[in-house]
């Protein structure tokens, strides 16, 4: 059997070249979180205010005005926004966050002005702490976790701006320690990501998957997180928000899927997703998507199976000259699929998709090798199904790969002509 996989962001620009900028850094996280499985911090700049477009480069503060800053704040000085605006385009410098944190009683006067009533104020003072929230800096994301317990009080707050700001910065003091995160669960963070799968905001549900995932992702998450999880009733929510049918909540949809990605990982307790029906959401979410990129509908077939198997046929097709990586995704995919069950195999074999999986022979290296592994696993099953494979004329296809200068493509290729020796030595 071929076993299956592991797994494991010089003029000035307006906002809404901010926004692209913002997707396509983004994009850039989603594709190094897959293929590295990254940890990474996300910086929200995409601000609805004229101060953050004033300037492109800020000049650096010295100590002695981080200092003046601080006392300014603490004195309740008339322009005191004004100062909370200069104070945070100045923590953009790692040197200034520093020198911040180190000013004598900087970070209570900071949660002060978070837990204000004065709206503008408390925004502003939100953007500072998220500012320091990016930080590499362990003792500057240290000096933030007085903070956490507002920050997940204000979660169930009405403003999805200001839910959105909170929620990556929670985001982002989540991967610092283990010791953050188990403040974090005593302050009840979990039942506040719940609260915010209820929003009808997509700029806040995918602010909270990507919350949610940081967390997810933690050494310690099969222990003592995921548990918490599933009995939260967050996976009904989680498969309810990947079914969602607008194309604006596509991003949330990601984050959701790594959501669950990293809790199936954690192989806590599968018996319990599928029980929940976590397979057959994934199914028709494929079939939607698949829907989505060809925009037209689905026939109907009598095998789900079937439903699926179409739905990998459709995205690898349509995806196969701008985005290899879901070619080798649904590759991958169909391999889990075909390892175990020879009624995958003959849903594939009946609804005569091999021609489509041979098409892609040849395509690249990493393409080759995993269609050449769905093969096997195929053939594998015995006689009957080596035969209908012959008869799309594999053997002759194959034996063309041997002359491959690539070994492992070589090597596939004598696997599978081993296995048809074996089952069909004619």
């Not at 879901?326 to 169909?334: D, P």
Request: overall charge negative; proline content about 3%; some cysteine.
């Amino acid at each position: 059997m071929w076993r299956r996989r592991k797994f494991g962001k010089t003029s000035q620009p307006g906002l809404e070249d901010l926004r692209a900028q913002r997707r396509e850094q983004e994009t850039a996280l989603r594709s190094a979180r897959r293929e590295q499985h990254l940890i990474s911090k996300r910086l929200l700049r995409d601000l609805n205010d004229d101060e953050t477009l004033e300037e492109n480069v800020q000049p650096a503060f010295s100590e002695q005005q981080v200092v003046q800053l601080v006392k300014d704040l603490h004195r309740g000085s008339a322009d005191k926004l004004r100062s909370l605006i200069a104070l945070r385009q100045g923590l953009r410098d790692k040197e200034v966050q520093l020198m911040f944190i180190r000013a004598e009683g900087s970070m209570r006067v900071l949660i002060g002005l978070f837990t204000c009533q004065l709206t503008d104020i408390q925004m502003e003072a939100a953007r500072c702490l998220h500012e320091l929230s990016n930080s590499a800096d362990p003792a500057v994301c240290n000096a933030c976790l007085p903070a956490t317990s507002y920050l997940v009080t204000y979660l169930a707050g009405s403003s999805p701006n200001f839910i959105e700001l909170c929620l990556y910065t929670l985001g982002n003091l989540i991967v610092d320690s283990e010791a953050a995160r188990n403040q974090l669960l005593l302050q009840g963070m979990i039942p506040a990501f719940s609260h915010c799968t209820q929003s009808p905001h997509t700029t806040v549900l995918e602010a909270a998957g990507y919350a949610l995932s940081q967390l997810l992702q933690a050494k310690e998450a099969p222990e003592k997180i995921v548990p918490i999880v599933l009995q939260s009733g967050l996976i009904q929510d989680i498969l309810r928000l990947l079914l969602c049918s607008s194309e604006e909540g596509l991003g949330m949809m990601i984050e959701f899927a790594w959501c669950l990605h990293y809790i199936v990982s954690s192989h806590v307790n599968n018996i319990l997703l599928i029980s929940q029906g976590v397979l057959s959401t994934l199914m028709n979410l494929l079939i939607k998507l698949a829907d989505f990129v060809t925009k037209t509908s689905i026939q109907c077939m009598e095998l789900v199976n079937g439903k699926l198997l179409v739905a990998l046929f459709v995205l690898m097709q349509h995806f196969q000259n701008e985005h290899v990586f879901m070619v080798k995704e649904c590759l991958w995919t169909l391999n889990n699929l075909t390892v175990d069950d020879p009624l995958v195999s003959s849903a594939l074999l009946y609804l005569n998709l091999t021609p489509l999986l041979l098409q892609l022979l040849g395509h690249s290296q990493e393409i080759s090798v995993l269609v050449l592994t769905v093969l096997c696993n195929i053939a594998d099953f015995g006689a009957a199904y080596c035969q209908r494979l012959e008869e799309k004329d594999l053997l002759s296809r194959v034996t063309l790969l041997l002359g491959s200068e690539d070994v492992q493509v070589t090597l596939r290729c004598l696997d599978l002509m081993t296995i048809f020796l074996r089952y069909s030595p004619e």
